[in-house]
Structures are given as structure tokens and as C-alpha cells.
T-cell receptor, first 114, second 114 residues
Framework: GAGVSQSPRYKVAKRGQDVALRCDPI?????LFWYQQALGQGPEFLTY????????KSGLPSDRFFAERPEGSVSTLKIQRTQQEDSAVYLC????????????FGPGTRLTVT | QKEVEQDPGPLSVPEGAIVSLNCTYS??????FMWYRQYSRKGPELLMY????GNKEDGRFTAQVDKSSKYISLFIRDSQPSDSATYLC??????????????FGKGTKLSVIP
């Protein structure tokens, strides 16, 4: 079946612009995670949803980062007033539930802030 | 010191060689240990996971966990050029927020030369 999809795949933003990144998880998956992957680094946790509830946002680097999942399926990660240090690949992963440790990743959105 | 340490390489081996990839960790609370493979400009793909100390084999891949030494390994037998990718170790513990948040190593870039 279809895996996790993300859009856009590539985004170039000028410093100070707002961006919105979309994630379509695997159908029926309860858990949804966002990670940030800087060049040459492993992914780092940003936030976690169980259905529509955002249960953990401890990894969000600043209040410019905001995520939502209003109907418990599609999720959007929004970054306001982008800065150069926000340049990274943003990965979305979905999983079967809170007790499931398996996470399936999308291809990511590569954000470049100029 | 990061919670998970992984030598970034790069590692270059001839086709058919046995590859050994390793990670060390400091958090003794980690419960699940995973290896992900990430091709260039793609999302991480789950290869193997283990829960307890010991070995787990899947085809040409063997995952090994030594909780007493806080050390995990991935062995690839009869390596193929298609194995060329970045290999990420990841570990998780069930968090108070109700999810298995993953903590990744930096990744080791592997090239298998025909």
C-alpha cells in the first residue's frame, strides 16, 4: 500500500518567510512524528501526535515552530519567520500506535532558507 | 556527550566483504534498538529492530545488542553495491508522553565498490 508522503519535496524560502510542510501518514496509523535532519546528522525528534492530540512537543526548537493534525490524519508543520539555521530536511514518520515502536518515514522535505 | 555515538565514516569496502557498523549509547533506559538504511535524498527505511541483548538475523543482516556494554552492531554479509547508503542506529524508550521517541546516531556512510 501507499507509504508516508510529504510535500513539497523541496522548498526554498527567503529569511523571514513563513513555510508550511505537509505530511500524509499511512492510512490508519495513529502515531505521527516530525523529525529534523541537518546535513550529515541523524534525525532529531521535534513533536509527536496520537490521533489529533499533540502529546509531545519537547523537541520543537523555538516558538516559531508549530505543528497540527486537526483530523487525526494529515499533519502540517509550520515554521514562521524562517532563519538560516532552519535549513534542514524535515521528516515525517507514522506508526501503528503509542505502544508501537516501529516508525515508517516519508521522503522528507528539504528546506533551504536563503 | 550525545546519548548515541556513531562513527560517521565514510566506510568503503569491496563487493562481497563483511561490513560491521557500530553504535554506543549512554542511556541505560533505552529499550528498543533499530537500524535504519537511508539512501541519498530518501527517508530512513527500517531494516531491523531488537529488544533484548543477543543476536537477530535476517538474511544477510545480523543485529547484535550488548546492553551490559551499551553497544550495538549491524553486520552485513556478502555486501552488494546496492547496500551503499547511510546506516543509522536508533534507540527508543517509552516516554511519559506515550510514545516511542527515537534517538538516532549520526549515521555511517557505506560505499560497496564493485
Amino acid at each position: 500500500g501507499a507509504g508516508v508522503s510529504q510535500s513539497p519535496r523541496y522548498k526554498v524560502a527567503k529569511r523571514g518567510q513563513d513555510v508550511a510542510l505537509r505530511c500524509d501518514p499511512i492510512s490508519g496509523h495513529v502515531s505521527l512524528f516530525w523529525y529534523q535532519q541537518a546535513l550529515g546528522q541523524g534525525p532529531e525528534f521535534l513533536t509527536y501526535f496520537q490521533n489529533e492530540a499533540q502529546l509531545d512537543k519537547s523537541g520543537l526548537p523555538s516558538d516559531r515552530f508549530f505543528a497540527e493534525r486537526p483530523e487525526g490524519s494529515v499533519s502540517t508543520l509550520k515554521i514562521q519567520r524562517t532563519q538560516q539555521e532552519d535549513s534542514a530536511v524535515y521528516l515525517c514518520a507514522s506508526g501503528g500506535g503509542g505502544s508501537s515502536y516501529e516508525q515508517y518515514f516519508g521522503p522528507g522535505t528539504r528546506l533551504t532558507v536563503t | 556527550q550525545k546519548e548515541v555515538e556513531q562513527d560517521p565514516g565514510p566506510l568503503s569496502v569491496p563487493e562481497g566483504a563483511i561490513v560491521s557498523l557500530n553504535c554506543t549509547y549512554s542511556n541505560s533506559a533505552f529499550q528498543y534498538f533499530m537500524w535504519y538504511r537511508q539512501y541519498s535524498r530518501k527517508g530512513p527505511e527500517l531494516l531491523m529492530y531488537t529488544y533484548s541483548s543477543g543476536n537477530k538475523e535476517d538474511g544477510r543482516f545480523t543485529a547484535q545488542v550488548d546492553k551490559s556494554s551499551k553497544y550495538i552492531s549491524l553486520f552485513i554479509r556478502d555486501s552488494q553495491p546496492s547496500d551503499s547508503a547511510t546506516y543509522l542506529c536508533a534507540m527508543s524508550v517509552f516516554s511519559g508522553a506515550g510514545s516511542y521517541q527515537l534517538t538516532f546516531g549520526k549515521g555511517t556512510k557505506l560505499s560497496v565498490i564493485p
